[in-house]
């Protein structure tokens, strides 16, 4: 069957650099795609959506770009901070079917 | 804005046991869905309702889970017998459009 996952299970970045977290989906038919952030103890929260007539979508520091020709969606965080420690989820909408994939651990080092 | 609430935090009990968890969505959503958190699977949806009517629970994974939303402001999730593998965060999630989900903090269950 088709399914969400992502390249990479973990990420490390500095403190004031920018984070990339990619996503590779391949259900060509999924047209709404969001990421999630996970921090320890707590449930996903919503950070930024984008359907699937959209290429890019900027929110406060962070940016989502969809690349529908090879199935790929990535996540931009600017500048990381301490706070943005957390797992990120990509998660995608095909006939109210919203699935999520395995998410990546992104730590940031001061 | 409360957000969606979720009791208890925490549950330990031994096999063979009932658990309740139990979740208050976010008022006006129309849509409560239910999730179960592992490392192994990631998570997984086990069933969502629609004005209070369960539309989808194929992903219960057995008779042993059964869930009710007797009312717009509460849902509950039982395990009857609960099974050491049923040792989870459940998450209760709402939602007004359907896509958008909402969670709550979760319910960290240990199953002895």
């Known amino acids: 069957g088709e399914s969400v996952g992502l390249h990479l299970p973990t990420l490390s970045v500095q403190e004031g650099d920018n984070s990339i977290i990619n996503c590779a989906y391949s259900?060509?038919?999924?047209?709404?795609f969001i990421w999630y952030k996970q921090e320890s103890g707590k449930g996903p929260q919503f950070i930024i959506d984008i359907r699937s007539n959209m290429d890019k979508r900027q929110g406060q520091r962070v940016t989502v770009l969809l690349n529908k020709t090879v199935k790929h969606l990535s996540l931009q965080i600017a500048a990381t901070q301490p706070g943005d420690s957390a797992v990120y989820f990509c998660a995608e909408n095909s006939n109210n079917d919203m699935r999520f994939g395995a998410g990546t651990r992104l730590t940031v080092k001061p | 804005d409360a957000g969606v609430i979720q009791s208890p935090r925490h549950e330990v009990t031994e096999m063979g046991q009932e658990v309740t968890l139990r979740c208050k969505p976010i008022s006006g959503h129309d849509y409560l869905f239910w999730y179960r958190q592992t490392m192994m699977r990631g998570l997984e949806l086990l069933i969502y309702?629609?004005?209070?009517?369960?539309?989808?629970d194929s992903g219960m994974p057995e008779d042993r889970f059964s869930a009710k939303m007797p009312n717009a402001s509460f849902s509950t999730l039982k395990i009857q017998p609960s099974e050491p593998r049923d040792s989870a965060v459940y998450f209760c999630?709402?939602?007004?459009?359907?896509?958008?989900?909402?969670f709550g903090n979760g319910t960290r269950l240990t199953v002895t």
């Open positions: 259900n060509s038919a999924s047209d709404y």
């Open positions: 999630a709402s939602s007004f459009d359907r896509l958008t989900l909402h």
């Open positions: 309702f629609n004005n209070n009517v369960p539309i989808d």
